[in-house]
């Protein structure tokens, strides 16, 4: 039987556009072939990402589409990121290299994690209510969806890796291209005790099996 894949682009607003584009596929186009469209594998990186996890959740709900478009014209800038006073100077020594590491503390569900440029625990916060994660995860493990998988960069190294969710719970490699990794994982919040890590841990769990990719990574 033919499989069929769904692959967005990243580009942060420009994802406004794929919503447009999705809302289509998902509410007019069944409508206009008379059946249910189906995707088995979904595919994405940055906005993409969080496309793909959104669309695998809510197929073949009625109206997925319109509910993106709805999450999209309801952002504002403070839905994405926070930015305080302190961001004034903070950001030209971040820039710099000058401010040092920080952390941030858990909230909820999202865990301790390390920052970037912006703070961008709204976003992280939009991603996981607006995603129904147990939805996705029963369509991917009753098979209804073959995978998701969703592709960044990992900036220690400059590779791409590709975090592949599947009912299998394990990917073979398929590039031949050295920069290129495939890593098995559980899409989805973490709901875990945030604590941090020792290497040797980090090391064998990625080593045996599936990460837990979080709502705020996606």
């Not at 069944?30 to 990402?49: H, K, N």
């Not at 290299?97 to 970037?116: D, F, K, N, V």
């Not at 969710?165 to 890593?183: C, K, L, M, Q």
Request: glycine share 12%; charged share 25%; proline share 6%.
């Amino acid at each position: 039987m033919a499989r069929f894949a769904l692959i967005m682009s990243g580009g942060g607003a420009r994802g406004a556009y794929e919503a447009g584009v999705l809302s289509y596929v998902l509410d007019d186009l069944p409508r206009r072939l008379e059946r249910p469209v189906r995707f088995q594998i979904l595919t994405g990186t940055s906005v993409g990402a969080i496309h793909a996890c959104y669309v695998a959740a809510t197929l073949g709900r009625p109206h997925a589409g319109r509910g993106l478009i709805d999450i999209w014209r309801s952002l504002e800038v403070r839905g994405v990121y926070q930015v305080g006073v302190g961001d004034v100077v903070g950001i030209p020594l971040r820039l710099l290299g000058l401010a040092g590491q920080r952390t941030m503390p858990a909230e909820g569900a999202i865990p301790e994690r390390l920052t970037g440029l912006l703070d961008t625990l709204p976003l992280e916060r939009l991603v996981r209510e607006s995603i129904p994660w147990d939805d996705l995860r029963r369509h991917v493990d009753a098979g209804e969806v073959d995978a998701v998988a969703l592709a960044a960069t990992e900036i220690s190294s400059g590779k791409s890796v590709v975090w592949v969710d599947n009912r299998e719970g394990a990917v073979r490699r398929w590039a031949r291209d050295p920069f290129v990794i495939a890593r098995p994982a559980r899409l989805g919040p973490d709901t875990r005790s945030p604590r941090r890590p020792s290497r040797s841990s980090s090391r064998r769990r990625a080593s045996t099996g599936p990460t837990t990719a979080t709502a705020g990574c996606a």
